[in-house]
């Protein structure tokens, strides 16, 4: 066999591997689109995103300066502000779309954090056997028993305030499900003979958890990561709504604990109160909905149902 032939197996190994991962993609697109809900879902995320993204290009920041407003304070809706003006004088429809930056970041960085300690706790906890497997468990139970929202204040209350510490504050203390679901499929995919095969030839537990068990358990993960954004979209409303948050920052959360401390809500000001509150709720629900068609396409044991 020449060097040339050689050569050009793994290539063509590589290109058949990428071929069928792009084949795979393209269906899980096929049968994600067939789902109507996700489909939604989807399409409305994609536009709050851009909103989110165009913020500085929509409503420049100095804009919302208190130093610089013009307009009266609790300003009903009208042309030049389409959701009215908050107790200083703001616009609220500006602040709503700099908060769902605020929101979508806190959301997306704490799940990331979230997700990276559920997997890993996870694999360990489904890979590895006596006490190692007991300790960890242990660790898992009471992070499931303990509400991670008490948890999530009482590091707020201890760190110094601010948005990482939000973000810090909601991802060590809402990993244990995905710990839960990512150690019961490793204990399915480590049950299956190409790992006893890959453990008679020589391969360690790194090479098994790195090799087999990560890129089988990621499609989970993935579905699994959507419906623990709305998650973490709520706790950081409610810590910001509680007043850990960062006051520097624009939130959905610290809307409504301005609306509720300047009495915005019992004095009829409701261009104040509904705009986040809804947003909170549409945001929240349209990650659900993609979660769910998700966890439908990518977990086996939800086709068919």
Same mark, same amino acid.
């Not at 929101?103 to 990276?116: I, K, P, R, Y």
């Not at 998650?231 to 960062?246: N, W």
């Given at each position: 066999?020449?060097?040339?032939?050689?050569?050009?197996?793994?290539?063509?190994?590589?290109?058949?591997?990428?071929?069928?991962?792009?084949?795979?993609?393209?269906?899980?697109?096929?049968?994600?689109?067939?789902?109507?809900?996700?489909?939604?879902?989807?399409?409305?995320?994609?536009?709050?995103?851009?909103?989110?993204?165009?913020?500085?290009?929509?409503?420049?920041?100095?804009?919302?300066?208190?130093?610089?407003?013009?307009?009266?304070?609790?300003?009903?809706?009208?042309?030049? %502000?389409?959701?009215?003006?908050?107790?200083?004088?703001?616009?609220?429809?500006?602040?709503?779309?700099?908060?769902?930056?605020?929101?979508?970041?806190?959301?997306?960085?704490?799940?990331?954090?979230?997700?990276?300690?559920?997997?890993?706790?996870?694999?360990?906890?489904?890979?590895?056997?006596?006490?190692?497997?007991?300790?960890?468990?242990?660790?898992?139970?009471?992070?499931?028993?303990?509400?991670?929202?008490?948890?999530?204040?009482?590091?707020?209350?201890?760190?110094?305030?601010?948005?990482?510490?939000?973000?810090?504050?909601?991802?060590?203390?809402?990993?244990?499900?995905?710990?839960?679901?990512?150690?019961?499929?490793?204990?399915?995919?480590?049950?299956?003979?190409?790992?006893?095969?890959?453990?008679?030839?020589?391969?360690?537990?790194?090479?098994?958890?790195?090799? %087999?068990? =990560?890129?089988?358990?990621?499609?989970?993960?993935?579905?699994?990561?959507?419906?623990?954004?709305?998650?973490?979209?709520?706790?950081?409303?409610?810590?910001?709504? =509680?007043?850990?948050?960062?006051?520097?920052?624009?939130?959905?959360?610290?809307?409504?604990?301005?609306?509720?401390?300047?009495?915005?809500?019992?004095?009829?000001?409701?261009?104040?109160?509904?705009?986040?509150?809804?947003?909170?709720?549409?945001?929240?629900?349209?990650?659900?909905?993609?979660?769910?068609?998700?966890?439908?396409?990518?977990?086996?044991?939800?086709?068919?149902?």
């Amino acid at each position: 066999m020449s060097a040339g032939t050689v050569g050009s197996a793994p290539r063509s190994g590589r290109a058949a591997v990428a071929a069928q991962r792009r084949a795979r993609a393209a269906e899980v697109w096929r049968e994600f689109a067939a789902t109507r809900s996700g489909l939604v879902g989807l399409v409305l995320l994609a536009a709050v995103f851009a909103v989110a993204l165009l913020a500085p290009v929509l409503v420049p920041l100095e804009t919302l300066d208190v130093t610089r407003l013009t307009a009266a304070s609790n300003e009903p809706p009208s042309a030049a %502000h389409l959701l009215g003006t908050d107790p200083s004088g703001r616009d609220v429809l500006g602040m709503l779309v700099w908060g769902a930056r605020v929101s979508l970041l806190v959301g997306f960085a704490a799940t990331a954090v979230s997700m990276v300690i559920g997997t890993l706790v996870g694999m360990a906890a489904g890979h590895f056997t006596g006490l190692t497997q007991a300790v960890i468990m242990r660790v898992v139970d009471f992070f499931l028993v303990v509400p991670s929202l008490v948890l999530a204040i009482v590091l707020s209350s201890v760190l110094s305030r601010g948005l990482w510490t939000i973000v810090i504050a909601i991802g060590v203390t809402s990993w244990a499900s995905t710990a839960r679901v990512v150690r019961s499929q490793t204990l399915s995919i480590e049950a299956r003979p190409y790992i006893e095969r890959a453990r008679a030839l020589g391969g360690g537990d790194g090479h098994i958890l790195g090799r %087999h068990v =990560l890129p089988a358990v990621l499609p989970l993960v993935l579905a699994n990561t959507t419906l623990t954004v709305g998650s973490a979209v709520i706790a950081e409303s409610t810590l910001s709504f =509680l007043g850990l948050g960062d006051p520097t920052q624009f939130s959905w959360g610290s809307m409504l604990k301005s609306a509720l401390d300047t009495g915005a809500a019992t004095a009829g000001f409701w261009w104040f109160v509904l705009p986040p509150g809804l947003a909170i709720v549409v945001v929240v629900l349209c990650f659900t909905l993609v979660g769910r068609a998700l966890e439908s396409v990518l977990n086996p044991t939800l086709r068919g149902r």
